[in-house]
């Protein structure tokens, strides 16, 4: 028996994939009806679409190149695979960082260019001079980068990487023993090593350089990855006559996706994803300033069109609460061609619990081990209406498109001369979907505040359970039965088989059409 093929409960189509969905992969809650109504859709011109509410839960593999999907069940453990893997990463020296390839699994911390934000100059006392001209004064120099992406899998930290990174003048065998470094919350690490300069040199006043292009100097200055603490930081420096690039000033702003999003459920308990389209656009001209710009448009369109609904008139929304998860091709596959036709972008919107003080998440975010956050299914309610509110306006499309591509040219001065891929290209809403958060962390602190009385989703469906509602669902689940069973037989006569011989990391192949498929 090979898990995640039917087997023995259909001898004769024996390889088979077996898709098991659970009632809440496709119950959802609607907010106009007051009440939890089927996603399971058999009413469409080209028949049902498996979308993420029937993948979530396995692995699948989306092969472009033979226009086919390959489904595996999936624990969707996430602190226990990483637990697991990292024990395995243990057991077979991978922790061991000496001579590691790169290619090895367990991923660095990325961290942005230096910026110096105390000079040696800076930190010393220039007045010891006046009594001794010639000698050298002890000071220190401290340095700044922005946290690009965490480590994950025993990669080398943050701590690590400035360490192994650092150009400092001053950062000798002997300096680099005082040395200190930190990395904190928001998602800035800090380097302070010692220095010592000459009266002389203490005397020097710095210019800025305005020769060449700040960028081309000090690299890219965009804000970093969201952290626990549910802010991302950005480093803004300017070049001086010294060579180094100086800090200008450290910003941060709220995030609500990344590690905020894993932090706690009951912090960003809700996320919608949807996969835009732009036709003619070319994704390969994707740049960090086309990413911030479409963050700034799409944030600013939503924020506007949410506030005009009765009752939201105070959400807070913006950049920091959208990333894009992938930019590639759009291609239409018509027989056998894949003409290219612009650009796909999928992007998550993190939908936040506004109720929670920042205290409390950075309390979280210092102590993760603590339960500091906890919730109740039932006071998430509203955000699972705002939700669907969201992918409602998405999939309305209308005007909301028109003011995303005015946003866009709004906004074009992001770009900084750049390619703007958005030119001349419309948008397109192409799929939209939303997504209840799951990690292993907030779950354990929702189920701990649940215990406290509270109600939970399994007593709100007890309510909504009457005969009635009890009848539909029976006949919705005999509807879907009755269609799976024709999806197979179908599959047997049309599809190509893949039968797995020694090990089945993918239980089954079906044919992947048109169109971009739910992300699980």
Same mark, same amino acid.
């Given at each position: 028996e090979t898990p995640g093929l039917v087997g023995n409960l259909d001898p004769s189509n024996s390889h088979?994939?077996?898709?098991?969905?659970?009632?809440?992969?496709?119950?959802?809650?609607?907010?106009?009806?007051?009440?939890?109504?089927?996603?399971?859709?058999?009413?469409?011109?080209?028949?049902? &679409?498996?979308?993420?509410? &029937?993948?979530?839960?396995?692995?699948?593999?989306?092969?472009?190149?033979?226009?086919?999907?390959?489904?595996?069940r999936s624990l969707c453990e996430y602190e226990t695979i990483m637990v697991e893997k990292e024990h395995e990463l243990e057991q077979s020296g991978y922790l061991d960082r000496a001579g590691k390839d790169e290619t090895a699994l367990p991923v660095d911390c990325i961290l942005s260019d230096a910026s110096l934000s105390t000079s040696c100059l800076e930190s010393v006392d220039s007045q010891q001079c006046n009594h001794e001209p010639n000698s050298k004064l002890a000071g220190f120099e401290v340095w700044k980068r922005v946290v690009r992406f965490p480590s994950s899998l025993g990669g080398l930290e943050c701590e690590e990487v400035a360490r192994r990174i650092s150009f400092s003048?001053?950062?000798?065998?002997?300096?680099?023993?005082?040395?200190?470094i930190g990395c904190n919350i928001f998602g800035v690490c800090q380097e302070e090593i010692p220095c010592s300069i000459s009266c002389d040199e203490a005397n020097r006043v710095y210019q800025a350089d305005l020769s060449g292009s700040i960028v081309d100097k000090c690299g890219d200055q965009f804000f970093g990855a969201c952290q626990t603490s549910c802010t991302q930081s950005r480093l803004t420096s300017i070049p001086m006559d010294d060579g180094n690039c100086h800090e200008e000033q450290v910003t941060t702003r709220p995030c609500h996706v990344g590690a905020c999003s894993r932090n706690s459920l009951c912090i960003v308990p809700f996320m919608v994803h949807a996969v835009f389209g732009f036709s003619g656009s070319d994704a390969t001209a994707w740049t960090r300033y086309t990413e911030e710009m479409f963050l700034v448009a799409?944030?600013?369109?939503?924020?506007?069109?949410?506030?005009?609904?009765?009752?939201?008139?105070?959400?807070?929304?913006?950049?920091?609460?959208?990333?894009?998860?992938?930019v590639h091709p759009w291609k239409s596959t018509d027989g056998s061609t894949h003409a290219e036709r612009g650009m796909k972008i999928i992007a998550e919107i993190g939908i936040y619990n506004s109720r929670i003080s920042q205290s409390d998440?950075?309390?979280?975010?210092?102590?993760?081990?603590?339960?500091?956050?906890?919730?109740?299914?039932?006071?998430?309610?509203?955000?699972?209406?705002?939700?669907?509110?969201?992918?409602?306006?998405?999939?309305?499309?209308?005007?909301?498109?028109?003011?995303?591509?005015?946003?866009?040219?709004?906004?074009?001065?992001?770009?900084?001369?750049?390619?703007? &891929?958005?030119?001349?290209?419309?948008?397109?809403?192409?799929?939209?979907?939303?997504?209840?958060?799951?990690?292993?962390?907030?779950?354990?602190?929702?189920?701990?505040?649940?215990?406290?009385?509270?109600?939970?989703?399994?007593?709100?469906?007890?309510?909504?359970?009457?005969?009635?509602?009890?009848?539909?669902?029976?006949?919705?689940?005999?509807?879907?039965?009755?269609?799976?069973l024709i999806i197979t037989h179908y599959e047997k006569k049309s599809l190509e088989r893949f039968r797995?011989?020694?090990?089945?990391?993918?239980?089954?192949?079906?044919?992947?059409?048109?169109?971009y498929p739910n992300t699980v």
């Open positions: 088979d994939v077996l898709l098991a969905v659970p009632s809440d992969h496709y119950m959802e809650f609607s907010p106009m009806q007051n009440a939890y109504i089927s996603r399971i859709y058999v009413t469409e011109n080209t028949g049902g &679409v498996l979308g993420a509410n &029937v993948l979530q839960g396995h692995d699948v593999l989306f092969d472009w190149e033979n226009g086919r999907i390959g489904i595996a003048p001053y950062n000798n065998i002997d300096n680099v023993k005082q040395s200190h799409l944030s600013q369109t939503l924020k506007a069109s949410i506030l005009t609904i009765p009752g939201k008139e105070n959400i807070e929304f913006g950049p920091g609460d959208i990333r894009s998860l992938m998440i950075l309390s979280q975010s210092e102590h993760p081990d603590d339960s500091i956050i906890s919730c109740t299914e039932l006071e998430l309610v509203e955000y699972a209406k705002l939700a669907l509110t969201i992918n409602t306006i998405l999939q309305d499309g209308g005007t909301f498109l028109q003011d995303l591509s005015d946003a866009f040219d709004f906004h074009k001065g992001i770009l900084m001369g750049h390619t703007n &891929v958005f030119e001349g290209s419309f948008p397109q809403i192409l799929t939209s979907w939303t997504i209840k958060s799951v990690n292993s962390a907030g779950s354990k602190r929702m189920a701990e505040g649940l215990e406290d009385g509270a109600w939970s989703f399994g007593k709100i469906v007890e309510i909504l359970s009457s005969a009635v509602f009890m009848s539909l669902l029976g006949y919705i689940l005999l509807v879907f039965g009755a269609v799976s797995p011989s020694t090990h089945a990391s993918l239980s089954s192949i079906i044919r992947y059409e048109d169109g």
